[in-house]
């Protein structure tokens, strides 16, 4: 008999293991990263489209009256300015400034949010949503376990919903960038949202966890000859990564200030009242705390998490006679050799006075310095039609 999948495994996990996927452990979950070759799935994204199970996200919905003003008071954004069907991307911080987790909330009713949270912060957020919303006439319940959650990106990916036998969601086709609508997928209530963290045009599909399986197969057989194929974790870090968007545990923590990564823009302090972690964040990041850049490298030796960033002394000149600074002035976050652009790039916190790219700097790949240049994200944007 073939091996029980794990507790924490998606609804999907024998049609994945059918398909010869291979697996990683995320977050405590067993997730797909690939189903062969992780470049071509990131170009069918690209160029087609590409169908991605997260249904190791989190979904956690809260209700109730003052449901709106509660998620002001919890969350960074203001979330009672949301209109409906909207969606809108936000951040929990803790009290002292650094982010809990990056969120998206979707509006689905005057009194009705649906908060999704990143996989290894599932539980965090529930409790502190649940902590936070006490004094409200709210409730928070942990819907996670009962919705399961498919993602399709690409170019292709409006066609071939248009396409799907069954699919009934008034308005989709017409859907804005971070809008919802609700609708049915034959007998099965379905959300589908037009969010994605790909950099592509795209949709997010909540539905059943028994009803998955065969939206999965549905979805693959009527995109086939659109180029449509089966994606994993692997082709979704590249493809978040050129178009700049910061991943939890890497570019986002505890120990990081929305300003610090280019996310001062989320947090409300001027359209709302006291929210946690507002203090902190009127006072400011510590001097010299390090920001968040895109640095891109020649070659095709790319920068990972935890290399080091340092003055490249070879192309630094002293204007004041002094030494450039030996010890590193940064460290990378994420890097790739980028599939759509063909170099390497990376994201790197570093030191205030080199973030404008007026510094020549170097990325340490295992004892080589890599020449880098600091050039704005995202690294790669769609074109809009």
């Known amino acids: 008999m073939p091996d029980s999948p794990p507790s924490s495994a998606s609804p999907l996990h024998a049609l994945h293991a059918a398909a010869g996927a291979s697996f990683t452990d995320f977050a405590g979950w067993q997730m797909p990263v690939s189903y062969g070759s992780d470049l071509a799935e990131h170009h069918a994204v690209r160029t087609a489209a590409g169908l991605f199970d997260i249904s190791h996200m989190g979904e956690i919905v809260v209700i109730g009256p003052d449901a709106a003003a509660a998620l002001d008071h919890a969350l960074a954004g203001r979330l009672s300015a949301s209109a ?12 002292e400034g650094g982010i809990v987790d990056d969120l998206i909330v979707y509006r689905t009713a005057d009194d009705r949010f649906l908060v999704v949270a990143n996989a290894g912060n599932r539980a965090e957020v529930a409790r502190e949503l649940a902590a936070r919303t006490a004094g409200f006439d709210a409730q928070v319940f ?8 498919l993602a399709l990106q690409g170019p292709a990916a409006l066609g071939i ?5 069954g699919f009934d969601v008034p308005g989709f086709a017409e859907l804005g960038y971070y809008r919802c609508a609700a609708g049915t997928w034959g007998e099965h209530d379905v ?13 997010e599909l909540y539905l059943d966890p028994d009803a998955a399986p065969a939206l999965w197969r549905a979805l693959l057989e009527t995109g086939a000859d659109s180029g449509l194929i089966a994606c994993g974790l692997a082709a979704r870090d590249t493809l978040r990564l050129e178009a700049g968007m910061p991943l939890y545990g890497h570019e986002l923590g505890l120990d990081t200030l929305p300003v610090q990564a280019g996310l001062g823009r989320v947090v409300a302090l001027a359209t709302k009242g006291d929210f946690v972690g507002r203090d902190a964040i009127e006072r400011g990041a510590a001097p010299g705390a390090r920001v968040l ?6 070659g095709r030796r790319a920068g990972r ?9 070879s192309r630094s000149e002293s204007t004041d006679g002094t030494e450039p600074p030996t010890e590193p002035v940064g460290i990378v976050t994420s890097g790739a050799l980028s599939p ?20 020549p700097l170097a990325i340490d790949v295992r004892g080589t310095r890599i020449p880098a240049s600091v050039v704005p994200l995202p690294f790669y944007t769609r074109e809009k039609k």
């Not at 409906?84 to 951040?91: C, R």
């Not at 942990?142 to 959650?149: G, H, M, R, T």
């Open 293 to 298: 850049v895109g640095l891109t490298t020649e």
């Open 340 to 359: 759509t652009l063909g170099h390497p790039i990376a994201m790197a916190y570093v030191a205030p006075e080199v973030a404008d790219g007026s510094v």
């Open 142 to 149: 942990d819907e996670s376990d009962d919705i399961a959650l």
């Open 161 to 165: 919903l248009r396409a799907l036998d």
């Open 191 to 203: 959300l589908v949202a037009r969010t994605g963290y790909t950099g592509e045009d795209g949709f």
């Open 305 to 313: 998490a935890g290399y080091g960033v340092f003055v490249d002394d």
């Open 84 to 95: 409906l069907w909207q969606a809108k991307y936000t951040l929990m911080l803790a009290p």
